[in-house]
């Protein structure tokens, strides 16, 4: 495993194959340099998946990695969310947690939280939802970064 500029691990070649095989999923170079994309970036929009993956694999098409991210997200490896602008952003997701969005500058951070994931289910178990079985949720909060993004996002 190597890290990237914010610490995040991301697997090298030999790490990807068990992880690709126990999801059923053929290793091809393109998933590789999508899937690699995505752990180096972060909540990446299209754009910037393939402005970094054309630095490596530069015949790689822009349809392809569409493809490519639908197909991880049916797969269940990755998440994408649209923003209110209607912009769609992918993510791993390693571990469940939350976004706060400010849409206004495409700005999403994680949020994790175990108190508020417990308040939730102990909020859902008491409604007594009978003919339901909560699985999973997922917050997406909006709100105003106040923070400065150039110096918070430089080399997403």
């Not at 194959?17 to 970036?41: C, D, H, N, W």
């Not at 912009?87 to 390693?94: A, R, S």
Request: proline share 4%; net charge negative; charged share 30%.
């Amino acid at each position: 495993m190597k890290n990237n500029k914010e610490g995040t691990q991301i697997p090298e070649l030999k790490d990807l194959r068990p992880f690709f095989s126990e999801k059923g999923i053929k290793m091809t170079p393109q998933r590789i340099a999508v899937y690699q994309a995505l752990l180096k970036l972060k909540h990446p929009c299209v754009e910037e998946i393939a402005e970094d993956v054309h630095k490596s694999n530069p015949t790689i098409t822009i349809a392809t990695i569409y493809n490519i991210l639908e197909f991880f997200c049916e797969k269940g490896i990755i998440a994408k969310m649209r923003t209110n602008s209607g912009k769609m952003h992918y993510e791993t997701h390693p571990q469940p947690h939350h976004h706060i969005c400010d849409e206004t500058k495409d700005v999403i951070e994680d949020y994790y939280d175990e108190e508020l994931n417990k308040l939730i289910k102990a909020y859902f178990n008491k409604k007594n939802l009978s003919e339901w079985e909560i699985l999973d949720f997922h917050l997406y909060l909006h709100g105003k970064y106040n923070g400065n993004v150039e110096e918070t996002y430089n080399n997403k």
